[in-house]
């Protein structure tokens, strides 16, 4: 990863890492990309982070999936999260649901983070929510991105992430890998649900 902060803007910003090989091969690109403007600055989101967006170039809503910590009952006033894909804005406000035969019954907005777990529990924040705003839980279910806290539907793919995205001071811009092959134990886990709208992408198993 090299050179790859900000490429519509002036600023640009040197970033090296390691990048673990995933693709197999990749055939086709989203045009003209997307950008990448809302997460933490000084943040990288890895290579193979399932993305949405809706034209060429627009901002991208990076779908993020959550991994229930912990049972939750329907008279539950907290639920405690660990993000999948390690990309998390906690300050970013982001509406979640669990998607269940294609659809989401219920979803909500998340505010700030009560708390931000440490050590062994590093990743999990712990989100205050009403009685009953998911419905019940169980430990291990995964939360998808939702478009609306009243009629949710979920945001799907458009594509995946071609690499890992260094975000600038001035955001990033991000290349969207529609079809290829993708090696899946090298990236974070991609809900099954998502894989339909990935159709020209082949996940294969090492």
């Keep these: 990863m090299k050179n790859y902060g900000n490429t519509f803007n002036s600023s640009r910003t040197d970033f090296s890492a390691g990048k673990v090989p995933i693709w197999l091969h990749v055939d086709e690109f989203y045009p003209a990309g997307c950008t990448l403007n809302g997460q933490i600055k000084g943040s990288t989101i890895p290579v193979g982070t399932p993305v949405a967006v809706s034209k060429m170039g627009a901002e991208a809503t990076l779908l993020e999936t959550f991994e229930v910590v912990g049972a ?3 008279t539950d006033t907290s639920v405690v999260l660990k993000s999948v894909s390690g990309t998390v804005d906690p300050a970013k406000d982001m509406i979640v649901g669990k998607l269940a035969s294609g659809s989401i019954s219920k979803a909500v907005k998340l505010p700030a983070p009560t708390s931000v777990g440490s050590d062994d529990h590093a990743g ?3 989100f205050a929510i009403t009685a009953n705003a998911l419905g019940a839980l169980s430990d291990g279910d995964i939360l998808v991105m939702a478009s609306a806290t009243s009629n949710p539907v979920p945001v799907y793919p458009t ?5 890992d995205v260094y975000v600038g001071t001035d955001g990033a811009t991000g290349t969207i890998v529609t079809k290829g092959q993708v090696l899946a134990d090298r990236i974070a886990a991609i809900p099954e649900a998502y894989k339909p709208y990935l159709t020209n992408i082949t996940f294969v198993n090492e």
Excluded: H, N, P, Q
Aim: hydrophobic share 35%.
């Design 72 to 74: 939750v009952a329907t």
């Design 124 to 126: 999990e924040y712990t």
């Design 159 to 163: 594509g995946l992430l071609y690499e």
